[in-house]
């Protein structure tokens, strides 16, 4: 798997810039009688989820990202195409604020220090491999799990799963969520319908009832070309083996 730093801050270039963030758009379809995402209550759990911006907080948005547990105590897991393609590159300057709302940042802003990506993502932007696990430097001596705790990755849970799916529309300063079940888009994807997850919510995890995150919006179609229906690869053997190299 790649794991690379990330390149130096720099002014991020427009165009470059522009064909990243449409790129990270998701999406989701309209399944008839499906529900549709509300605002999300502040909550601990909730604050682990955080917006990826350009530089600062209130910079421009890229996606969604979320603190999952490791060793050093300084990693998050989002789609690896919001941080890296083969159109665009590396997007630079990135930083990650958990429980971001209305402009606030109430734990902080943690700079992207390094991204691991699977070899087959950065190749070609296979879609089997849309996942990324992010290194974040401390700030103020401290990390980011030991501000707002993290979730456990889980692996191997297969489908039909009941997973809440928090995220932060480019639209909104605020986050939604939403509840729903897992189902098989193909034997590595799967998806969920819920109204609601437009641009920015790439990379926004799927959380299942014992807190582990089991998917992020991404995968097939970069995650969905309509608001209603939105895809994760299967997290199975592909995460477990990248959450290893990430944390090694």
């Known amino acids: 798997m790649d794991s690379r730093p990330a390149r130096p801050a720099r002014t991020a270039r427009t165009v470059a810039l522009a064909a990243l963030l449409l790129a990270v758009g998701t999406g989701c379809g309209g399944q008839d009688g499906a529900p549709t995402a509300e605002v999300a209550q502040r909550s601990p759990a909730r604050d682990r989820i955080g917006t990826l911006s350009v530089h600062t907080a209130q910079g421009p948005r890229a996606c969604t990202a ?131 997850y437009t641009d920015g919510t790439s990379g926004s995890p799927w959380v299942a009832g014992d807190g582990a995150v089991v998917g992020v919006i991404g995968g097939f179609q970069e995650g969905g070309s309509t608001p209603g229906t939105s895809y994760s690869i299967t997290f199975d053997q592909r995460v477990a083996d990248l959450y290893r190299r990430a944390t090694a």
């Open 66 to 196: 979320s603190v999952v547990r490791s060793p050093r105590r300084n990693l998050l897991v989002t789609a690896a195409h919001c941080v890296q393609s083969r159109r665009t590159g590396l997007l630079n300057g990135l930083v990650f604020t958990p429980g971001y709302r209305n402009g606030s940042a109430p734990y902080g802003t943690w700079p992207v220090q390094a991204i691991t990506v699977d070899p087959r993502w950065a190749a070609g932007d296979d879609p089997e491999y849309d996942v990324a696990f992010v290194t974040v430097g401390p700030v103020d001596g401290r990390q980011v799990e030991d501000a707002v705790g993290g979730n456990p990755i889980g692996t191997g849970q297969g489908f039909g799963l009941s997973v809440s799916v928090t995220g932060y529309p480019n639209e909104s300063d605020e986050p939604i969520t939403c509840a729903a079940r897992t189902r098989s888009q193909s034997a590595t994807q799967e998806r969920f319908d819920c109204g609601g």
